[in-house]
Protein backbone atom coordinates (compact mmCIF):
# COMPACT_ATOMS: atom_id res chain seq x y z
CA UNK A 1 0.00 0.00 0.00
CA UNK A 2 1.52 3.36 -1.28
CA UNK A 3 1.26 5.67 2.04
CA UNK A 4 0.31 9.48 1.33
CA UNK A 5 2.19 11.70 3.93
CA UNK A 6 0.80 14.42 6.09
CA UNK A 7 3.23 17.24 7.91
CA UNK A 8 0.92 17.69 11.24
CA UNK A 9 1.66 21.18 13.32
CA UNK A 10 1.66 21.02 17.49
CA UNK A 11 2.96 22.44 20.15
CA UNK A 12 2.58 20.24 22.76
CA UNK A 13 4.61 17.13 22.00
CA UNK A 14 6.89 14.98 23.84
CA UNK A 15 9.24 15.56 25.74
CA UNK A 16 6.79 18.00 27.07
CA UNK A 17 4.99 16.55 30.50
CA UNK A 18 2.11 17.43 31.88
CA UNK A 19 -0.63 18.19 28.96
CA UNK A 20 -3.38 15.97 28.08
CA UNK A 21 -2.69 17.51 24.34
CA UNK A 22 0.27 15.83 23.61
CA UNK A 23 -1.87 12.45 23.68
CA UNK A 24 -4.44 13.09 20.76
CA UNK A 25 -1.24 14.20 18.53
CA UNK A 26 0.95 11.16 19.36
CA UNK A 27 -1.93 8.75 19.09
CA UNK A 28 -2.37 10.00 15.90
CA UNK A 29 1.14 9.92 14.75
CA UNK A 30 1.29 6.50 16.28
CA UNK A 31 -1.37 5.11 14.31
CA UNK A 32 -1.81 6.88 11.14
CA UNK A 33 0.63 4.28 9.31
CA UNK A 34 -1.78 1.43 9.60
CA UNK A 35 -3.87 3.44 7.74
CA UNK A 36 -1.54 4.17 5.00
CA UNK A 37 -0.69 8.14 6.11
CA UNK A 38 3.06 8.69 6.65
CA UNK A 39 3.77 11.25 9.44
CA UNK A 40 5.93 14.06 10.07
CA UNK A 41 5.95 16.20 12.78
CA UNK A 42 6.67 20.39 13.17
CA UNK A 43 6.72 21.30 16.85
CA UNK A 44 8.93 22.97 18.99
CA UNK A 45 12.69 22.67 20.76
CA UNK A 46 12.35 20.99 24.24
CA UNK A 47 13.68 24.19 25.80
CA UNK A 48 10.81 25.78 25.03
CA UNK A 49 8.55 23.58 27.18
CA UNK A 50 7.91 24.60 31.46
CA UNK A 51 8.74 20.85 32.46
CA UNK A 52 10.08 18.07 30.70
CA UNK A 53 9.76 14.41 31.09
CA UNK A 54 12.39 12.14 31.50
CA UNK A 55 11.19 8.84 29.68
CA UNK A 56 10.57 9.20 25.62
CA UNK A 57 7.08 7.62 24.51
CA UNK A 58 8.13 8.94 20.86
CA UNK A 59 6.72 6.14 18.30
CA UNK A 60 9.80 4.49 16.89
CA UNK A 61 10.54 5.93 13.13
CA UNK A 62 8.28 8.77 13.45
CA UNK A 63 10.42 12.04 12.05
CA UNK A 64 10.06 15.15 14.28
CA UNK A 65 11.43 18.68 12.94
CA UNK A 66 11.54 21.56 15.93
CA UNK A 67 12.22 24.85 15.62
CA UNK A 68 12.63 27.84 18.55
CA UNK A 69 9.86 29.60 20.29
CA UNK A 70 10.23 32.40 22.64
CA UNK A 71 7.53 32.71 25.75
CA UNK A 72 6.78 35.86 26.25
CA UNK A 73 5.56 35.00 29.34
CA UNK A 74 9.70 34.38 30.57
CA UNK A 75 11.15 36.12 28.27
CA UNK A 76 9.42 39.14 28.80
CA UNK A 77 8.01 40.21 32.12
CA UNK A 78 8.94 42.34 34.66
CA UNK A 79 7.31 41.49 37.79
CA UNK A 80 5.05 38.67 36.48
CA UNK A 81 4.18 41.32 33.58
CA UNK A 82 4.43 41.72 30.27
CA UNK A 83 3.08 43.92 27.18
CA UNK A 84 -0.13 41.50 25.77
CA UNK A 85 1.00 42.51 22.55
CA UNK A 86 4.01 40.13 22.61
CA UNK A 87 1.22 37.63 23.46
CA UNK A 88 -1.24 37.09 20.21
CA UNK A 89 -2.32 34.72 19.86
CA UNK A 90 -0.99 33.34 22.68
CA UNK A 91 2.53 33.51 24.91
CA UNK A 92 4.74 31.28 21.69
CA UNK A 93 3.07 33.70 18.70
CA UNK A 94 7.05 34.01 17.76
CA UNK A 95 6.96 30.32 17.08
CA UNK A 96 5.85 31.40 13.63
CA UNK A 97 8.79 33.09 13.08
CA UNK A 98 10.93 29.71 12.49
CA UNK A 99 8.14 27.61 11.94
CA UNK A 100 6.82 28.99 8.70
CA UNK A 101 10.37 28.91 6.78
CA UNK A 102 10.72 25.24 8.29
CA UNK A 103 7.32 24.01 6.89
CA UNK A 104 7.63 25.92 4.20
CA UNK A 105 10.73 24.02 3.14
CA UNK A 106 9.32 20.28 4.38
CA UNK A 107 6.58 21.07 1.77
CA UNK A 108 8.97 21.51 -1.00
CA UNK A 109 10.99 18.36 -0.19
CA UNK A 110 8.49 16.19 1.41
CA UNK A 111 5.39 17.06 -0.72
CA UNK A 112 2.57 16.22 1.85
CA UNK A 113 -0.53 15.54 0.53
CA UNK A 114 -2.64 17.12 3.38
CA UNK A 115 -1.73 19.46 6.30
CA UNK A 116 -2.59 18.99 9.85
CA UNK A 117 -2.44 21.35 12.65
CA UNK A 118 -3.94 21.16 16.44
CA UNK A 119 -5.35 23.95 18.86
CA UNK A 120 -4.90 25.00 21.82
CA UNK A 121 -2.22 27.17 20.99
CA UNK A 122 -3.91 29.36 18.84
CA UNK A 123 -0.18 29.58 16.76
CA UNK A 124 -0.04 26.47 15.37
CA UNK A 125 -3.59 26.94 13.06
CA UNK A 126 -1.71 30.85 12.55
CA UNK A 127 1.24 28.91 11.05
CA UNK A 128 -0.69 26.00 9.48
CA UNK A 129 -3.05 29.01 7.93
CA UNK A 130 0.19 30.48 6.13
CA UNK A 131 1.42 27.48 4.52
CA UNK A 132 -1.72 26.58 3.11
CA UNK A 133 -2.19 30.09 1.64
CA UNK A 134 1.08 29.99 0.11
CA UNK A 135 1.09 26.12 -1.16
CA UNK A 136 -2.37 25.72 -1.69
CA UNK A 137 -2.05 22.68 0.57
CA UNK A 138 -5.34 21.09 1.70
CA UNK A 139 -5.55 21.28 5.64
CA UNK A 140 -7.13 19.89 8.71
CA UNK A 141 -7.44 21.81 11.42
CA UNK A 142 -7.92 19.85 14.74
CA UNK A 143 -9.69 22.68 17.02
CA UNK A 144 -10.26 20.19 19.52
CA UNK A 145 -12.19 23.30 21.93
CA UNK A 146 -13.93 26.34 21.01
CA UNK A 147 -11.47 29.05 20.84
CA UNK A 148 -13.27 32.82 20.99
CA UNK A 149 -16.11 32.15 23.59
CA UNK A 150 -18.44 34.05 25.65
CA UNK A 151 -16.29 35.64 28.62
CA UNK A 152 -13.10 33.56 27.28
CA UNK A 153 -10.27 34.86 26.75
CA UNK A 154 -11.05 37.09 29.40
CA UNK A 155 -8.37 40.04 27.65
CA UNK A 156 -10.25 42.03 25.02
CA UNK A 157 -7.07 41.86 22.50
CA UNK A 158 -6.78 37.98 23.23
CA UNK A 159 -9.60 37.73 22.71
CA UNK A 160 -10.25 39.37 19.70
CA UNK A 161 -6.78 37.82 18.44
CA UNK A 162 -8.34 34.03 19.05
CA UNK A 163 -11.57 34.98 16.48
CA UNK A 164 -9.25 36.33 13.91
CA UNK A 165 -7.32 33.29 13.80
CA UNK A 166 -10.39 30.92 14.57
CA UNK A 167 -12.50 32.83 11.30
CA UNK A 168 -9.72 32.79 8.90
CA UNK A 169 -8.74 29.04 10.18
CA UNK A 170 -12.37 28.02 9.31
CA UNK A 171 -12.59 30.07 5.98
CA UNK A 172 -9.29 28.10 4.62
CA UNK A 173 -9.62 24.24 6.18
CA UNK A 174 -11.01 22.05 3.94
CA UNK A 175 -12.19 20.44 7.75
CA UNK A 176 -11.79 21.91 10.53
CA UNK A 177 -12.75 19.15 13.26
CA UNK A 178 -14.42 19.28 16.88
CA UNK A 179 -13.85 16.90 20.12
CA UNK A 180 -17.47 17.06 20.92
CA UNK A 181 -21.19 17.64 18.92
CA UNK A 182 -21.72 20.52 21.04
CA UNK A 183 -18.08 22.38 20.00
CA UNK A 184 -19.23 21.30 16.31
CA UNK A 185 -22.85 22.26 16.20
CA UNK A 186 -21.57 25.87 18.10
CA UNK A 187 -19.25 26.47 14.97
CA UNK A 188 -21.57 25.23 12.56
CA UNK A 189 -24.09 27.57 13.50
CA UNK A 190 -21.16 30.25 13.51
CA UNK A 191 -20.06 30.21 10.11
CA UNK A 192 -23.09 28.14 8.52
CA UNK A 193 -21.32 29.04 5.01
CA UNK A 194 -18.76 26.14 6.12
CA UNK A 195 -21.30 23.68 8.06
CA UNK A 196 -20.59 20.62 5.63
CA UNK A 197 -16.82 21.24 6.17
CA UNK A 198 -17.44 21.14 10.09
CA UNK A 199 -17.60 17.47 12.11
CA UNK A 200 -16.04 15.32 15.34
CA UNK A 201 -13.30 13.29 16.33
CA UNK A 202 -13.71 12.67 19.96
CA UNK A 203 -10.28 12.32 21.95
CA UNK A 204 -9.42 8.48 23.17
CA UNK A 205 -7.31 6.10 24.84
CA UNK A 206 -4.04 4.49 23.87
CA UNK A 207 -4.74 0.83 24.55
CA UNK A 208 -0.70 0.16 24.56
CA UNK A 209 -0.38 2.44 27.03
CA UNK A 210 -2.03 0.31 29.57
CA UNK A 211 -0.50 -2.98 28.38
CA UNK A 212 0.70 -5.08 31.65
CA UNK A 213 -0.31 -2.35 34.10
CA UNK A 214 -2.01 -4.09 36.89
CA UNK A 215 -3.15 -2.34 40.10
CA UNK A 216 -0.86 -2.13 43.34
CA UNK A 217 -3.38 -2.12 45.92
CA UNK A 218 -6.52 -3.94 44.32
CA UNK A 219 -9.69 -1.98 45.05
CA UNK A 220 -11.66 -3.57 48.22
CA UNK A 221 -8.02 -4.21 50.06
CA UNK A 222 -7.44 -0.80 51.23
CA UNK A 223 -8.70 0.48 54.65
CA UNK A 224 -9.53 3.60 53.28
CA UNK A 225 -11.61 4.54 49.91
CA UNK A 226 -9.66 6.49 47.24
CA UNK A 227 -11.40 8.75 44.68
CA UNK A 228 -8.86 10.11 41.94
CA UNK A 229 -9.33 13.17 39.82
CA UNK A 230 -6.22 12.63 37.85
CA UNK A 231 -5.37 16.35 35.79
CA UNK A 232 -5.61 19.86 36.05
CA UNK A 233 -8.68 21.09 38.44
CA UNK A 234 -8.96 24.94 36.96
CA UNK A 235 -10.57 27.66 38.86
CA UNK A 236 -13.15 28.25 36.90
CA UNK A 237 -13.69 25.21 34.62
CA UNK A 238 -13.56 23.12 37.26
CA UNK A 239 -14.38 24.96 40.16
CA UNK A 240 -14.51 22.42 43.52
CA UNK A 241 -16.13 24.54 46.17
CA UNK A 242 -19.90 22.92 45.43
CA UNK A 243 -17.68 19.04 45.77
CA UNK A 244 -15.57 20.01 48.71
CA UNK A 245 -19.15 21.99 50.34
CA UNK A 246 -21.03 17.95 49.36
CA UNK A 247 -17.57 16.65 50.99
CA UNK A 248 -18.39 18.68 54.14
CA UNK A 249 -22.08 17.41 54.69
CA UNK A 250 -20.78 14.03 54.19
CA UNK A 251 -18.68 14.12 56.67
CA UNK A 252 -21.28 15.93 59.07
CA UNK A 253 -23.26 12.61 58.37
CA UNK A 254 -20.55 10.20 58.84
CA UNK A 255 -19.98 9.07 55.40
CA UNK A 256 -16.57 10.80 54.14
CA UNK A 257 -14.64 10.04 57.62
CA UNK A 258 -10.73 11.30 57.32
CA UNK A 259 -8.76 8.28 57.74
CA UNK A 260 -11.60 5.79 56.06
CA UNK A 261 -11.97 8.40 52.87
CA UNK A 262 -9.68 10.38 50.77
CA UNK A 263 -10.56 11.99 47.34
CA UNK A 264 -7.19 12.58 45.51
CA UNK A 265 -5.95 15.49 43.56
CA UNK A 266 -3.07 14.50 41.01
CA UNK A 267 -1.67 17.34 38.90
CA UNK A 268 -3.70 19.68 39.81
CA UNK A 269 -1.76 22.51 38.86
CA UNK A 270 -3.19 25.10 41.45
CA UNK A 271 -2.97 23.84 44.32
CA UNK A 272 -2.99 26.85 46.71
CA UNK A 273 -6.12 27.59 45.06
CA UNK A 274 -7.88 24.42 46.20
CA UNK A 275 -6.08 23.59 49.56
CA UNK A 276 -8.11 27.42 50.14
CA UNK A 277 -11.06 25.98 49.12
CA UNK A 278 -10.37 22.89 51.21
CA UNK A 279 -9.48 24.65 54.30
CA UNK A 280 -12.90 27.15 53.99
CA UNK A 281 -14.73 24.36 53.45
CA UNK A 282 -13.43 22.43 56.38
CA UNK A 283 -12.58 18.96 54.19
CA UNK A 284 -8.87 19.80 54.01
CA UNK A 285 -8.03 16.57 55.82
CA UNK A 286 -10.39 14.32 53.22
CA UNK A 287 -8.02 16.27 50.12
CA UNK A 288 -4.57 14.52 48.84
CA UNK A 289 -3.02 17.14 46.44
CA UNK A 290 -0.44 14.89 44.40
CA UNK A 291 2.60 15.94 41.81
CA UNK A 292 2.63 15.06 38.65
CA UNK A 293 3.52 11.37 37.68
CA UNK A 294 5.05 9.88 34.51
CA UNK A 295 2.44 9.20 32.15
CA UNK A 296 2.09 5.44 32.96
CA UNK A 297 2.51 5.76 36.35
CA UNK A 298 -0.52 7.91 36.26
CA UNK A 299 -2.56 5.64 34.10
CA UNK A 300 -1.71 2.61 36.78
CA UNK A 301 -2.99 4.85 39.34
CA UNK A 302 -6.31 5.38 37.54
CA UNK A 303 -6.45 1.26 37.40
CA UNK A 304 -5.97 1.41 41.29
CA UNK A 305 -8.17 3.96 42.17
CA UNK A 306 -11.71 2.95 43.87
CA UNK A 307 -13.65 5.48 42.17
CA UNK A 308 -12.52 7.86 39.37
CA UNK A 309 -14.05 11.78 39.34
CA UNK A 310 -14.84 13.53 36.29
CA UNK A 311 -14.80 17.45 36.95
CA UNK A 312 -16.56 19.72 34.44
CA UNK A 313 -18.40 22.78 34.64
CA UNK A 314 -21.36 24.55 32.75
CA UNK A 315 -19.13 26.74 31.01
CA UNK A 316 -17.36 24.14 29.32
CA UNK A 317 -20.78 22.39 28.23
CA UNK A 318 -19.68 22.04 24.82
CA UNK A 319 -15.86 20.10 25.80
CA UNK A 320 -15.43 16.86 27.15
CA UNK A 321 -12.20 16.05 29.58
CA UNK A 322 -9.59 13.71 27.87
CA UNK A 323 -8.88 11.81 30.58
CA UNK A 324 -12.52 10.74 30.76
CA UNK A 325 -11.73 8.69 27.68
CA UNK A 326 -8.55 6.91 29.83
CA UNK A 327 -11.02 6.05 32.88
CA UNK A 328 -13.35 4.43 30.49
CA UNK A 329 -10.36 2.28 29.76
CA UNK A 330 -9.19 2.07 33.70
CA UNK A 331 -12.40 0.28 34.28
CA UNK A 332 -13.03 1.33 37.46
CA UNK A 333 -16.48 3.65 39.08
CA UNK A 334 -16.68 6.59 37.55
CA UNK A 335 -18.20 10.04 39.57
CA UNK A 336 -19.12 12.48 36.97
CA UNK A 337 -20.10 16.09 38.19
CA UNK A 338 -20.72 17.39 35.03
CA UNK A 339 -23.83 19.66 33.71
CA UNK A 340 -26.70 16.77 32.85
CA UNK A 341 -27.07 19.12 29.66
CA UNK A 342 -23.84 19.25 28.61
CA UNK A 343 -21.74 17.12 26.08
CA UNK A 344 -19.58 15.77 29.25
CA UNK A 345 -22.64 14.28 30.69
CA UNK A 346 -23.88 12.97 27.31
CA UNK A 347 -20.56 10.98 27.02
CA UNK A 348 -20.56 9.46 30.42
CA UNK A 349 -24.38 8.12 29.84
CA UNK A 350 -23.60 6.92 26.28
CA UNK A 351 -21.07 4.77 28.04
CA UNK A 352 -22.93 3.67 30.61
CA UNK A 353 -22.47 5.66 33.64
CA UNK A 354 -25.54 7.14 36.02
CA UNK A 355 -24.14 8.39 38.99
CA UNK A 356 -23.99 12.32 37.39
CA UNK A 357 -24.30 15.86 39.01
CA UNK A 358 -24.08 19.02 38.54
CA UNK A 359 -20.30 20.34 39.17
CA UNK A 360 -22.19 23.40 40.64
CA UNK A 361 -25.06 21.94 42.55
CA UNK A 362 -23.39 20.68 46.04
CA UNK A 363 -26.90 19.11 46.99
CA UNK A 364 -26.93 17.11 44.53
CA UNK A 365 -23.36 16.25 44.49
CA UNK A 366 -23.74 15.15 48.36
CA UNK A 367 -26.62 12.67 46.98
CA UNK A 368 -24.78 11.56 44.44
CA UNK A 369 -21.86 10.87 45.99
CA UNK A 370 -23.24 9.16 48.85
CA UNK A 371 -24.84 6.89 46.54
CA UNK A 372 -21.78 6.33 44.54
CA UNK A 373 -19.57 5.40 48.23
CA UNK A 374 -22.33 3.05 48.51
CA UNK A 375 -22.43 1.12 44.82
CA UNK A 376 -18.27 0.63 45.29
CA UNK A 377 -19.08 -0.62 48.75
CA UNK A 378 -21.58 -2.89 47.49
CA UNK A 379 -20.30 -3.76 43.98
CA UNK A 380 -23.26 -2.56 42.37
CA UNK A 381 -21.65 -0.14 39.94
CA UNK A 382 -22.67 -1.50 36.38
CA UNK A 383 -19.87 -2.46 34.06
CA UNK A 384 -18.64 -0.51 30.58
CA UNK A 385 -19.45 -2.45 27.48
CA UNK A 386 -16.18 -3.75 26.09
CA UNK A 387 -17.41 -2.44 22.42
CA UNK A 388 -17.77 1.44 23.87
CA UNK A 389 -14.12 1.21 25.28
CA UNK A 390 -13.03 -0.45 22.36
CA UNK A 391 -14.62 2.08 20.13
CA UNK A 392 -13.27 5.27 22.46
CA UNK A 393 -9.20 4.16 21.66
CA UNK A 394 -7.12 6.21 20.13
CA UNK A 395 -6.40 3.64 17.37
CA UNK A 396 -10.30 3.66 16.43
CA UNK A 397 -10.36 7.86 15.99
CA UNK A 398 -7.08 7.72 14.04
CA UNK A 399 -9.56 5.33 11.61
CA UNK A 400 -11.99 8.51 11.43
CA UNK A 401 -8.99 10.97 11.11
CA UNK A 402 -7.74 8.48 8.14
CA UNK A 403 -11.36 8.55 6.40
CA UNK A 404 -11.00 12.38 6.48
CA UNK A 405 -7.78 12.77 5.34
CA UNK A 406 -8.65 10.50 2.53
CA UNK A 407 -11.89 12.59 1.63
CA UNK A 408 -9.44 15.60 1.82
CA UNK A 409 -7.09 14.46 -0.60
CA UNK A 410 -9.42 12.42 -2.94
CA UNK A 411 -10.99 16.16 -3.11
CA UNK A 412 -7.32 17.66 -4.10
CA UNK A 413 -7.01 15.12 -6.91
CA UNK A 414 -10.32 16.42 -8.23
CA UNK A 415 -9.94 20.44 -8.32
Known amino acids: MTRKR ?14 SGIQR ?4 ARYLPEFGWEPEILTVRPDVY ?4 QASVTPDGLVVHRTHAIDAARAFAVRDRYPSFLAQPDRWSSWRWTAIPK ?12 LWSTYPIATAHAIAHAIARLTGIRWVADFRDPMAQDGYPVDKRTWESFRRVESRTVARAHRSVFTTAGAARMYQARYPERRERIGVIENGYDEEMFEGLTPTSPPGTRQCTLLLHSGIVYPSER ?13 ERGIAVPGRFILRLRAAVHDSFIRGVAERSGVLDLIELAP ?3 YREALA ?7 LVVLQAANCNEQIPAKLYEYLRAGRPILGLADPAGDTADALRRAGITHIAALEN ?10 FLDAIATKRVPALSHRDIANASRRARTRELAAALEAVAQEDAGD
Do not use: C, N, W, Y
Open 292 to 294: PLP
Open 239 to 251: DPSALFAALRTLM
Open 25 to 28: TLGF
Open 50 to 53: DAIA
Open 103 to 114: ALSLVRRIKPHV
Open 362 to 371: AESIATTLSD
Open 301 to 307: EMIDADG
Open 6 to 19: ILMIAFHFPPLQGS
